[in-house]
């Protein structure tokens, strides 16, 4: 079974500095992705970056990136020059590539962004 | 661009009463999904539906019933809600089996209160 975790609940950042969100993960499976999303205040689930395990170079969107170290089953989340509409619950999550999409969430960070 | 819409976005019932979400994608995904969130516990699936016509449980499908009404719709009932049940629930879609896994495009939720 596959399962993911997420061992910082809360964090905190200064505005225009970086901070790294953890995440590991358990999985029996050959080939699988890996998902950070964000929900804001809003409520609403944001897609910010997504990893295909079987590809070694790090995903990159804008600010934000990952570690993938496949070997540690570690998947982090950096992002840089924070600013304050990144303030939000980060959730990281698992998919098999294999049948449906069922998705594996962890428990979730809470980032706080200061000014 | 309407994506994933979920109705109602908010409401309160007594035990023991039932009621229907609703969720309806136009991205003519294959695929469909129900989960809760909880504090601490991040979201976990209820049900979901590779394609039309078929239904499958996930983690948590106990006093839930789903209904894949056509490619579109994807609907959640709660026959006899418990306080248990208090929860935000989110509709999710994506393309499904054998696609890219791009990731999920999720409604903006449903904050549940059962007293």
């Known amino acids: 079974a596959q399962t993911v975790t997420q061992s910082q609940p809360e964090m905190s950042v200064q505005e225009a500095e970086t901070v790294t969100l953890s995440c590991t993960y358990d999985t029996s499976e050959s080939n699988y992705y890996l998902f950070w999303y964000k929900q804001p205040p809003s409520r609403q689930m944001i897609l910010v970056i997504r990893q295909e395990a079987y590809k070694q170079q790090n995903a990159t969107e804008n600010r934000f990136s990952v570690n993938f170290q496949k070997a540690a089953k570690s998947f982090s989340l950096k992002i840089s020059d924070s600013q304050l509409g990144d303030t939000a619950m980060y959730f990281c999550a698992s998919s098999t590539t294999s049948g449906t999409y069922k998705y594996i969430f962890g428990t979730g960070t809470r980032l706080k962004v200061l000014a | 661009n309407a994506g994933v819409t979920q109705t109602p976005k908010f409401q309160v019932l007594k035990t023991g009463q039932s009621m229907t979400l609703q969720c309806a994608q136009d991205m003519n995904h294959n695929s469909m999904y129900w989960y809760r969130q909880d504090p601490g516990m991040g979201l976990r699936l209820i049900y979901y539906?590779?394609?039309?016509?078929?239904?499958d449980k996930g983690e948590v499908p106990n006093g839930y019933n789903v209904s894949r009404l056509n490619k579109r719709e994807f609907s959640l009932r709660l026959e006899s809600a418990a306080p248990s049940q208090t929860s935000v629930y989110f509709c999710a879609s994506s393309e499904g089996t054998g696609a890219t896994n791009y990731g999920y495009t999720f409604g903006s939720g449903t904050r549940l209160t059962v007293v």
């Open positions: 539906s590779a394609s039309e016509g078929t239904t």
